[in-house]
Nanobody, 122 residues
Framework: QVQLVETGGGLVQAGASLRLSCAAS????????MAWFRQVPGKEREFVSA????????FYGDSVKGRFTISRDNAKNTVYLQMNNLKPEDTAVYFC???????????????WGQGTQVTVSS
């Protein structure tokens, strides 16, 4: 059983940067592909980014390409999401997830964190 804890959310102005972290415990972190999703109340969860177990492959949603960067440190059991040039439409609860295969669908991920709020003011 893998436990995931996200940190790093907060309130920022448009154009600012934030780095989210997701610390994993209870499993072999390097076995898992990791992903970030986000959700706004009343809307479906949206794929943000994913990274393979080795870090060699990364994927991004169209709305964040060129602004967000996913990375991982298997020695620290942590995955990161560097978010630059934030926009008000990036406001959401951000969740990290772990799964055996790197996919874009939330249904492919077995373990989820509790989420961290990111709010971007205009």
């Amino acid at each position: 059983q893998v436990q995931l804890v996200e940190t790093g959310g907060g309130l920022v102005q448009a154009g600012a940067s934030l780095r989210l972290s997701c610390a994993a415990s209870g499993g072999t972190f390097s076995r898992y592909a990791m992903a970030w999703f986000r959700q706004v109340p009343g809307k479906e969860r949206e794929f943000v980014s994913a990274i393979s177990w080795s870090g060699g492959s990364t994927f991004y949603g169209d709305s964040v390409k060129g602004r967000f960067t996913i990375s991982r440190d298997n020695a620290k059991n942590t995955v990161y999401l560097q978010m630059n040039n934030l926009k008000p439409e990036d406001t959401a609860v951000y969740f990290c997830a772990a799964g055996l295969l790197v996919r874009l669908s939330e249904n492919e991920y077995d373990y989820w964190g509790q989420g961290t709020q990111v709010t971007v003011s205009s």
